[in-house]
């Protein structure tokens, strides 16, 4: 099967743990460097946008990556119909970009900064997301109504648009495949739960072909068991139970390497 | 061009021997060269003689000690290759105190490139932070620095993609005028690949150049060094200082160690040798003539050909601080390959206006510093002369006890007195700080800061050995026992490493003091060195106890110190690294189990003096900190390393700063009110009839609690009496989020968990909203 580029814009900086953790799983990846956008269409057969702080967030978060040569390339697979997984920032280039939610192919929504009442600016913790009928590729390994947690961390990931009334649309498409939630699955209304006040409760959106996604919790720094804190219901407690067993658990698959999968499975079925 | 003046602190005497070194008149490059390298900052001038007498700098566990940038202890060996963890330490106080983002920012930034500068991956910061009183005359200032030195460090180290692994946190009035940010940085080599900050003995037969890359040097930081070596006027607010705050730029550091790594990669898989030297204090003259000194070589340097943003005098240019640049020393005839590296595959030049790498000197086999620019000689002397170091004689005042002085007359009413603890600055939860902090990044993460006493990370991928790091200093202690307090910080450092279940391979200190001219000050520094080399020595190592725990990199930042706000308390602070074989078995302070039994380990003894119960709640000041039973002390954190090591501990919290009611609490604390509560009932009776509660609950004694199973009791109970370690079975782990606790002569106490939590997260969660 394919291989996975992991396109490395420069002041990104997830890209080596996303490529491991896409091994993990059996698959093959490689670190693409943005300026290496010849035969990339050729050689890859999906892509993953990883996260950090492109161009320093200059501007506003992804939006100069959004500009670069390569993401032409990328919307051209992504027209294509090629599996392209943005993750935090990489979710915010794609945005930008207009891949998602892509209606139209203008910029539609945003990523704004986050508003909890609470606390303002970056937070990095765990939040808890449910899948939530989706017409994207995540619905490879996740049921609707599916609870995973994962670690966030970001400063500006707050889905909007202008006219709110169209993030109700996309759910209804199946467009939000994730949602922030509390631990038993109701959709969260308010912080921690809900960390940065996006529409919709939305973690992530995806194109209306479902090829595309971005979301901004970071599936990759949950991929092992080891990662999961030993408070977080089931995946702890199964962290914990290793302590009788073989220290090669700890690199078990952990709830983030579900929404890691169903990439992989997208890529591995292809152009569909 | 601009014009900036020479900037020289040298005291006459030393003009003088710069004068008699070079047997003339020095030009003003060499003396504003001079003026950086005799400065406090880079010379010791007044604590080397001292460090080199005291503190044990080899063992076992030692790849390579204090002599280049940071040390690298021996991690483990996977799949054949010998790992290694190379650990700096830095301090950032005096720009911090100017500019606390910039100055907090670039603290990690400079740090970090000691660490990559000797071949390694990032992975990992912490940064040990005191401030000011929060609520004391400079309260908003103190607030306001506070405030900026947690954003400059998240907004670097978020940017950079190094996760925070923890810290420590004071507020004091003594560090009003003086805020302390230190720096820790870990990274990981292979131990035959690392890199060393010299010119590889091949430039005897093949030409060597000096390659320069990174941000164009400008002005910033001028002066940097010389700040760092003298004492707060009274005007330092008007700005005076300022422009000697270099001027941080993570996305750039980002880029750069990305590129620096495949350039490591490429010239291992060439079997080229090379040297790296990071750009810190000294700029430019300071790398080339280290990097030259260290091989046995000699530099000609050319500052016209460094890529600089603006036109500058020469002796700013060869001495400026500028962020972001390494030096590389590489083959003549691979110049072009390396150059087209970063400037044409990682396109530096385009992402960063005015970055790039060039060529700006050779190096050659006679042992001279020969600088020109714009076509004049400079600076024209030997490698010898740079680095003959300048010393300082120092006197050493004699210690004065302070008496104690008890300034709040409160009854002794435990139930009160907690809830003060969890809601003072100083006791309260700093999880409003570090949720400004990635911890997660890189994907490592086992054991996260604030759930245990340490932090652990998987840092070799597919292996189950877990790397263990704390931070740890109490300036209470050591203001009123300053050597008594140092090895306390080694001590309290061993403790929080065995609560999850790691044994020590190592430490670096860094000693903030006031000004080393003042013989009470310097007595301070003396005494807390000789107490570190003292409890490293006495702890030693577990497995090779005749070893002690090796001192492998450190930091001295002296003159913290201002006009009006005198001394800061004496701060040395102590980051430990430690290793666990399976990370699986690293315990967290969070309760598992209702029907465990948690054990108080370790005596109580009458150690109140510089207590948070003392400070808090008896107003105190002076008196006696906790006492250092080494024997004790040694059987405790051996015993508890290797029982949590062994799997069979549920969960663990060291007795420190609050004393056993308040990591009571903090485990209880550590649950939570919807998943599955847990809480303690605490029956005191084991310790005996006649109980005095105030040093029990509230003492500083080094101790532990720990989780126990029921059908591990015995084995426990056995195993402490072999070892010679005190237990009692304090406490049993309920299902209710409470603690309670009572014994003989003590009525009965309770304190609900949610109340707990919410004051617990509220006094900082009020002082740091979010960045």
């Known amino acids: 099967m394919g291989i996975i580029g992991v396109i490395q814009f420069p002041g990104v900086n997830c890209e080596v743990e996303t490529a491991r953790s896409i091994r993990g799983l059996g698959y093959r990846a490689e670190v693409v460097r943005w300026n290496q956008s010849e035969g990339l269409l050729d050689r890859y057969a999906g892509f993953i946008l990883p996260g950090g702080f492109s161009y320093q967030d200059r501007v506003r978060a992804g939006v100069i990556a959004a500009r670069e040569p390569i993401v032409e390339t990328l919307c051209e697979a992504a027209e294509r119909g090629m599996p392209i997984l943005g993750i935090c920032n990489g979710a915010q280039i794609l945005v930008e970009a207009g891949l998602v939610p892509g209606k139209t192919n203008r910029v539609e929504a945003a990523l704004a900064p986050n508003r909890n009442g609470v606390r303002t600016g970056y937070s990095c913790q765990w939040v808890w997301l449910r899948a939530d009928g989706s017409n994207s590729f995540l619905a490879n390994t996740l049921t609707d109504g599916a609870v995973i947690p994962m670690p966030m961390a970001h400063a500006e990931g707050r889905f909007v648009s202008r006219d709110p009334a169209v993030f109700d649309e996309f759910a209804e498409r199946g467009q939000i495949p994730l949602r922030y939630c509390e631990p038993d699955g109701t959709i969260a209304t308010e912080w921690p739960s809900l960390p940065n006040g996006a529409l919709q409760a939305a973690a992530a959106v995806s194109n209306p072909a479902g090829n595309v996604v971005a979301m901004m919790p970071h599936p990759e720094r949950a991929a092992y068991l080891h990662q999961v804190p030993d408070w977080v219901p089931v995946w702890g407690d199964r962290k914990r139970a290793l302590v009788n067993g073989d220290p090669t658990g700890l690199f078990e698959a952990g709830p983030g390497a579900k929404i890691l999968e169903a990439f992989c499975l997208a890529v591995e079925r292809g152009v569909q | ?205 093949e030409p060597y150049v000096l390659v320069l890359v990174g941000k164009p040097t400008d002005s910033s930081g001028f002066g940097g060094a010389t700040m760092a070596s003298k004492v707060f006027g009274e005007d330092h607010e008007e700005g005076e200082n300022r422009g000697a705050v270099q001027i941080p730029d993570p996305f750039l550091k980002r880029v750069l160690n990305v590129a620096l790594r495949e350039f490591y990669d490429r010239m291992d898989a060439r079997r080229i040798p090379f040297g790296c030297k990071d750009l810190g204090a000294g700029g430019i003259s300071c790398m080339a003539s280290e990097i030259a000194e260290r091989g046995g070589f000699g530099i000609e340097l050319d500052l016209d050909a460094a890529p600089v943003a603006e036109d500058l005098p020469a002796h700013v240019l060869a001495v400026a601080e500028t962020q972001e640049r390494y030096g590389l020393a590489v083959p003549g005839r691979w110049a072009d390959d390396v150059l087209k590296l970063f400037n044409e595959e990682f396109a530096l030049p385009t992402i960063y206006r005015g970055a790039r790498a060039a060529v700006i000197g050779r190096f050659v086999n006679d042992p001279v510093v020969r600088i020109s620019h714009k076509g004049e000689l400079v600076c024209d002397t030997t490698v010898a002369a740079i680095t003959t170091g300048a010393v300082a004689d120092r006197v050493e005042g004699v210690f004065a006890p302070k008496p104690y002085v008890r300034t709040l007359d409160t009854p ?110 310097y007595h301070q520094f003396a005494a807390g060195v000789r107490g570190i080399a003292e409890a490293a020595s006495r702890i030693g190592l577990r497995d090779d106890p005749k070893y002690p725990i090796p001192v492998v990199s450190g930091n001295v930042s002296f003159y913290n110190q201002s006009e009006n706000g005198g001394a800061v308390k004496p701060s040395p602070i102590i980051a430990m690294v430690g290793t666990i074989a399976d990370a699986s078995h690293a315990t967290t302070l969070r309760l598992k189990d209702p029907g465990n039994a948690l054990y108080l380990v370790g005596n109580r003894y009458d150690d109140l003096g510089g207590s948070l119960y003392d400070r808090v709640v008896r107003g105190g000041m002076g008196g006696n900190p906790p006492k250092i ?41 550590a649950g939570d009110s919807h998943f599955a509560k847990r809480g303690l009932r605490a029956d005191f009776a084991p310790l005996g009839e006649e109980i005095e509660y105030e040093r029990t609950l509230f003492g500083e004694s080094g101790g532990f609690l720990l989780e126990i199973e029921p059908d591990v009791e015995e084995r426990f109970r056995e195993r402490a009496h072999e070892r010679r370690v005190a237990l009692y079975r304090v406490a049993e782990v309920t299902g209710q989020d409470e603690l309670t606790i009572e014994g003989p002569g003590l009525a009965p106490v309770s304190w609900r968990g949610e109340e707990m939590r919410t004051i617990h997260q509220s006094a900082l969660a009020e002082l740091f909203p979010g960045v």
Not at chain 2, 109 to 136: E, N, S, T, W
Not at chain 2, 147 to 152: A, I, K, Q
Request: hydrophobic letters at 40%; a negative charge; proline letters at 6%.
């Open chain 2, 1 to 205: 061009m601009i014009e900036i003046p020479l900037d020289i602190s040298l005291a006459l005497g030393e003009i003088e021997a710069v004068k008699k070194l070079l047997g003339r008149e020095p030009s003003d490059v060499e003396l504003q060269i001079f003026d950086v390298l005799w400065s406090e900052h880079c010379s010791y001038k007044s604590s080397k003689p001292l460090l080199k007498e005291h503190l044990p700098v080899t063992g076992p566990t030692v790849v390579q000690g204090p002599e280049e940038d940071a040390g690298i202890l021996s991690f483990t060996e996977w799949q054949g290759v010998h790992y290694g963890v190379v650990i700096g330490h830095e301090s950032h106080n005096h720009p911090s105190q100017i500019l606390p983002v910039e100055g907090a920012a670039t603290g990690i930034g400079g740090v970090v490139r000691d660490v990559i500068c000797m071949g390694a991956d990032l992975i990992g910061v912490l940064d040990p932070l005191r401030f000011g009183d929060p609520y004391g005359p400079n309260g908003e200032e103190c607030v306001a620095i506070a405030r900026g030195v947690v954003s400059g460090i998240a907004q670097y180290g978020n940017a950079l993609g190094v996760p925070n692994l923890g810290g420590d946190l004071f507020f004091d009035g003594s560090f009003d005028k003086n805020c302390l940010v230190n720096v820790v940085a870990l990274g990981l080599l292979e131990c035959d690949r690392i890199v060393n900050s010299a010119v590889p003995k091949e430039a005897k037969s």
């Open chain 2, 412 to 521: 002794f009413d435990p139930a009160s007195a907690l809830r003060s603890m969890l809601g003072s600055v100083n006791g309260a939860s700093a999880e409003p700080i570090f949720r400004s902090y990635d911890t997660e990044v890189m994907g490592n993460a086992v054991v996260r800061p604030g759930e245990a006493d340490a932090a652990v990370i998987l840092p070799v991928h597919g292996c189950p050995v877990g790397l263990a790091v704390t931070v740890d200093g109490n300036p209470w202690y050591t203001d009123l026992e300053p050597h008594k307090g140092a090895a306390l910080a080694v001590i309290e450092a061993a403790r929080n490493l065995a609560a999850v279940g790691a044994t020590p391979i190592g430490l670096t200190d860094c000693l903030n003091y006031g000004s080393p001219e003042d013989p009470v000050v």
């Open chain 2, 629 to 669: 039973r080494y024997d004790e002390e040694r059987a405790l954190i051996h015993f508890v390393s290797r029982f949590v090591e062994e799997g069979l501990v549920r969960s663990a919290h060291d007795i420190s700063r609050g004393g056993a009611l308040m990591a009571m609490a903090e485990m209880v604390i």
